[in-house]
């Protein structure tokens, strides 16, 4: 109990120096909070046991043998690595509190009641389920995943079978891994965006078109999934729909739920995009701090402030502690990234790459950075994980290709790998969730999709360069 208790204030002690240091640098507080790292990991490798904790270890003891390898100092080496992913780790503590401001009403239940008659369809009904898991993945990240097919399934409780659920989990799926392409709360886009010094703007333009095209592309491949599974949704999604609508709230009341959902959305994220042109912030910054300042005015304004205090008390009791595991994923990764960049590993991967292009002259590097990233999503490494280090890498090397299409080429990987690897987070959930095992909802589900996305996305990027 003891150790949990310091573990959770090592965490806490963490973010909140690198927020002060951010605003008011100070060299002896710096190594605090490097220190407060180390304790964080500690502490987690104790209470985890050595079996649990493999890879932040892996990771960690690669960072060290490769400062030592390559002459740096080794104490100050030590203290910028286990600094290096501060910010995603404030960020990462901030975005779950959104998610507890959307579960204080019944704002999902609400809009899909009031959108019943866009939903009569298959085509529509799929197209639905997969705008409205994007959006949910805005607050809950991959937390939609299970929230949106229990709604999902609430609906569809009567059809059961693996055309079902082949129909409900891809689309679920593909709207998640389609977030990381330009969803701005998603830590891995954020992170790639300031790490490569991409224009915000242009980025999530670029990632939005990208994502409309992959979501009507993702419509077609469920129409054709349907006609080889011989079945017709529409005429059972109609007979469910009028079913739900029969017990639903009044008109009136979901009309407000749906406004007030609206609301919330736009106010967030508007606020983000506003003070981001105004203030120059860093986005990783700026972010939880909006988070912060959105979710106190929210209680307040629904005249609830002794909630917000016992929102904040429970996710510091049990929230910090349970990201304690992907907080030290995060600061080994930084530490082993650190070392890393001392070496010069990342010029001679990208020299290698090089010389296969003077042999290959039509094949770059954009074509290779998503198959690194998904490679190592088969090797288990979760999508912010993946970012981390390949941008961590190229952060440090100068590329002839506008960033934007380099983080394209890195998100479309990371999405692939979200819809296939089945050792990673959102396909463990989703099995978990839908009991199918993992190569069913990945590889099988998924492989033919995700092919053509990856085309398709690289004859955009190759089109542009």
């Known amino acids: 109990m003891k150790l949990t208790r310091i573990l959770r204030l090592a965490i806490f002690i963490y973010a909140l120096l690198h927020f002060f240091t951010y605003f008011y640098p100070s060299e002896p507080l710096a ?61 990462l503590i901030m975005v779950p509190i959104i998610g507890r401001v959307l579960h204080e009403e019944p704002y999902i239940e609400e809009i899909i009641g009031l959108a019943h008659r866009l939903l009569d369809t298959s085509r529509k009904f799929y197209f639905g389920m997969i705008s409205f898991t994007h959006v949910i993945s805005y607050f809950l990240l991959f937390g939609s995943i299970p929230l949106m097919y229990q709604f999902a399934d609430d609906i569809l409780k009567h059809q059961r079978g693996e055309a079902w659920e082949n129909f409900k989990s891809t689309a679920l799926l593909r709207a998640f891994a389609l977030s990381t392409l330009w969803v701005i709360s998603s830590p891995s886009f954020t992170f790639a965006v300031e790490a490569l010094d991409a224009s915000l703007w242009h980025t999530i333009l670029q990632g939005f078109v990208v994502t409309v095209i992959a979501i009507i592309l993702a419509v077609i491949f469920a129409s054709f999934t ?3 599974y011989g079945m017709d949704f529409t005429a059972e999604i109609k007979s469910e729909i009028d079913e739900v609508v029969r017990v639903s709230s009044d008109h009136k009341h979901q009309v407000h739920s749906s406004v007030e959902f609206a609301i919330l959305f736009i106010s967030l994220f508007g606020s983000i995009f506003l003070f981001y042109a105004l203030t120059g912030i860093q986005l990783m910054v700026l972010i939880p701090l909006i988070i912060m300042g959105w979710t106190s005015v929210y209680y307040f304004v629904k005249k609830r402030p002794g909630k917000l205090v016992t929102e904040t008390k429970q996710y510091y009791l049990e929230g910090l502690i349970n990201q304690g595991y ?36 039509f094949v770059n590097i954009l074509y290779f950075l998503p198959l690194i990233v998904i490679f190592l999503g088969f090797m288990g490494l979760g999508p912010l994980t993946v970012m981390v280090l390949v941008t961590g890498i190229l952060d440090s090397i100068s590329l002839p290709y506008p960033p934007e299409l380099v983080v394209l080429a890195i998100t479309s990987g990371s999405a692939i790998s979200i819809l296939l690897s089945p050792l990673i987070m959102p396909v463990i959930v989703l099995s978990g969730t839908n009991g199918l095992s993992g190569y069913k909802n990945g590889i099988k589900f998924n492989l033919k999709y995700a092919v053509v996305f990856y085309v398709m996305v690289q004859g955009y990027i190759q089109w542009v360069v």
């Open 31 to 91: 190594y605090v909070q490097a220190l407060s790292g180390m304790v964080l990991l500690v502490l987690s490798a104790i209470r985890l046991g050595i079996k649990r904790f493999k890879l932040p270890l892996f990771l960690f003891s690669t960072g060290i043998t490769t400062l030592l390898l390559s002459g740096a100092p080794l104490l100050p080496g030590l203290s910028d690595g286990l600094r290096q992913m501060s910010s995603i780790i404030g960020l």
């Open 226 to 228: 349907e006609k080889r």
């Open 326 to 361: 992907q907080f030290s994923v995060l600061i080994s990764a930084g530490v082993m990234i650190y070392g890393l960049n001392q070496t010069g590993f990342g010029e001679s991967v990208i020299n290698g790459i090089y010389h296969i292009q003077e042999v290959i002259p």
